[in-house]
């Protein structure tokens, strides 16, 4: 059984820093894309950043880039999320997910498991 489960999320206070953790069991996360996603309140769930199965290519959505940064420790089977500068806007529930095409992006259609999701609120 394929299972996804994320940690670290929290209250920070704007301009603080958070590392969300995605540790997967039920399949091995290095020959998988990993993404992160993101839902605010009232919002659609939005794409963050995502990691090829190579580990070499990244993605980031513009709103994050220079703050936050994905990786993997495939020794642990988990993936994560740093998350710095962060800002009242970043305030949401942070989904990670895996697509065992090794691609990922920014589609969530893209990504056949997900995890429950961690609440990150981020106060002024």
């Known amino acids: 059984q394929v299972q996804l489960v994320e940690s670290g999320g929290g209250l920070v206070q704007a301009g603080g820093s958070l590392r969300l953790s995605c540790a997967a069991s039920g399949l091995t996360l290095s020959a998988y894309a990993v993404g992160w996603f993101r839902q605010a309140p009232g919002k659609e769930r939005e794409f963050v950043t995502a990691?090829?199965?190579?580990?070499?290519?990244?993605y980031y959505t513009d709103s994050v880039k220079g703050r936050f940064t994905i990786s993997r420790d495939n020794a642990k089977n988990t993936a994560y999320l740093q998350m710095n500068s962060l800002k009242v806007e970043d305030t949401a529930v942070y989904y990670c997910a895996a697509d065992f095409r090794g691609v990922g992006r920014g589609s969530e259609s893209s990504y056949q498991y997900w995890g429950q999701g961690t609440q990150v609120t981020v106060s002024s």
């Open positions: 990691l090829r199965w190579s580990g070499s290519i990244t």
